[in-house]
């Protein structure tokens, strides 16, 4: 079983900068996809980037220019660099991973969420 451990949420002013990270923790062959979704309060939820691993990116439309993926495949991570954030940015970020273990693959593993605070 593969458990995602999330951090670095919380509360910044507009126009500043967090860093989000979730390793994946547990027995893993290869991670397929990585990626970050959130959800506001009283919204869907959304994608907001997510890596292969091979490196190629895909971002939701409100945040391309502002946010930045990328992954560490030595020890399963995936960061999400946020600069000039916005308070339409206020959500819970989830990390989410489809992976391959000696017991299958597995699609849609999502970690516990941490929430990121943007105050105007």
């Known amino acids: 079983q593969v458990e995602l451990v999330e951090s670095g949420g919380g509360l910044v002013q507009a126009g500043g900068s967090l860093t989000l990270s979730c390793g994946a923790v547990?027995?893993?062959?290869?991670?397929?996809?990585m990626g970050w979704y959130r959800q506001a309060p009283g919204k869907q939820r959304e994608l907001v980037a997510e890596?292969?691993?091979?490196?190629?990116?895909n971002y939701g439309n409100s945040v391309k220019g502002r946010f930045t993926i990328s992954r560490a495949n030595a020890n399963n991570t995936v960061y999400l660099q946020m600069n000039s954030l916005k308070a339409e940015d206020t959500a819970v970020y989830y990390c989410n991973i489809w992976y391959c273990s000696a017991y299958g693959c597995f699609e849609d593993v999502w970690g516990q969420g941490t929430q990121v605070t943007v105050s105007s």
């Open positions: 547990g027995s893993i062959f290869t991670i397929n996809f």
């Open positions: 890596i292969t691993n091979e490196g190629r990116t």
